[in-house]
Structures are given as C-alpha cells and as structure tokens.
C-alpha cells in the first residue's frame, strides 16, 4: 500500500473522530439527532472526512474512495432533509435515520480495508484488496448496519 500523505492523516484522524462519537451517539440516543452535540460532533467529522477523501488519489484516478465519500454527502444531505422539513412526511423521521446510519457503514468500509491491508505495520493481516476476507467483512458491516436500522425503524415507531 502506498504511504499515507498529510491528507491522508487528516482524513484518517478525522474518519476515527467520526466513528467514535458516532458510535457514542447511537448507544446513548438510539439515533442520530441533528440538536445533539456529539451527533453534531459525528455529522462535523463525517463531513470533513468524505470532503479530504475527495482529494486522496493514490491511484491517480476516481475510485471506490471518491465514490463513497459522494454517497457519505448526499447521505448526510437527506438526512438533513428529513430532519429539517416535511418533504417526505411521516417518513422523515426514519429516512433520517437511515441516511445518517449508512453513514456510519461508508465510514467502516475504508476502516476495515485500510486497517486490515495496513495493519499491523510491516505485516498486515491481508496482502490482496481481494481477498475473501475482506468480501466477508464488508458482508458482515452490511448485516450489522441493516440490524441497527431496523432496531432504530422500531425503537422509533415505538416512540
């Protein structure tokens, strides 16, 4: 894997802030609320970490990276929308819900692969960006995000 740039580092430290006060809002609040602070802290860090993401090119080219970090935008936009206006009625609440959750996935994916092909330093776990294991952890991320969706979808029908 190639070195990582100051870019680079921002983007990481940034993506770790993101995943941490991510997780810590989702265990006290169930949800992602736009008027609570480490929500905000996590939707701040989510945006500047899909913005950097932008502007690594290791490859030289767009890539699966770039793509995901424009998925974490419109992500968070529709979420913003949802909570913020009636556009989508009754279904705002739990479209908030989702846009902001999937964010919370986009994040993992990088995580996963750039820990696993990077880590530990000298002897990663994985040497191949295809190997099955990534697949299946990238399977694994995608059940858990779909089961805290639907424990949010029911936690607020319930609300």
Same mark, same amino acid.
């Given at each position: 894997?190639?070195?990582?740039? !100051? @870019?680079?580092?921002?983007? #990481? +430290?940034?993506? *770790?802030?993101? $995943?941490?006060?991510?997780?810590?809002?989702?265990?006290? /609040?169930?949800?992602?609320?736009?008027?609570?602070?480490?929500?905000?802290?996590? !939707? @701040?860090?989510?945006?500047? #970490? +899909?913005?950097? *993401?932008?502007? $690594?090119?290791?490859?030289?080219?767009?890539?699966?990276? /770039?793509?995901?970090?424009?998925?974490?935008?419109?992500?968070?936009?529709?979420?913003?929308?949802?909570?913020?206006? #009636?556009?989508?009625?009754?279904?705002?609440?739990?479209?908030?819900?989702?846009?902001?959750?999937?964010?919370?996935?986009?994040?993992?994916?990088?995580?996963?692969?750039?820990?696993?092909?990077?880590?530990?330093?000298?002897?990663?776990?994985?040497?191949?960006?295809?190997?099955?294991?990534?697949?299946?952890?990238?399977?694994?991320?995608?059940?858990?995000?779909?089961?805290?969706?639907?424990?949010?979808?029911?936690?607020?029908?319930?609300?």
């Amino acid at each position: 894997m190639p070195e990582i740039t !100051l @870019l680079g580092w921002i983007h #990481t +430290a940034f993506g *770790a802030i993101a $995943i941490i006060c991510g997780a810590y809002a989702l265990i006290k /609040h169930k949800v992602f609320e736009p008027s609570d602070r480490s929500s905000q802290l996590y !939707l @701040l860090a989510t945006l500047i #970490t +899909a913005l950097t *993401a932008l502007g $690594i090119y290791q490859r030289g080219e767009f890539g699966p990276g /770039h793509a995901l970090a424009i998925m974490t935008l419109l992500a968070v936009a529709v979420g913003f929308i949802a909570a913020k206006t #009636t556009l989508f009625g009754r279904l705002s609440r739990y479209l908030q819900a989702a846009s902001f959750t999937a964010t919370l996935l986009f994040h993992s994916i990088p995580a996963i692969t750039d820990g696993l092909l990077r880590l530990p330093v000298g002897d990663p776990v994985l040497s191949s960006i295809d190997d099955p294991v990534l697949k299946m952890a990238y399977g694994v991320m995608l059940l858990l995000y779909l089961i805290g969706l639907a424990l949010q979808v029911r936690w607020l029908s319930r609300r």
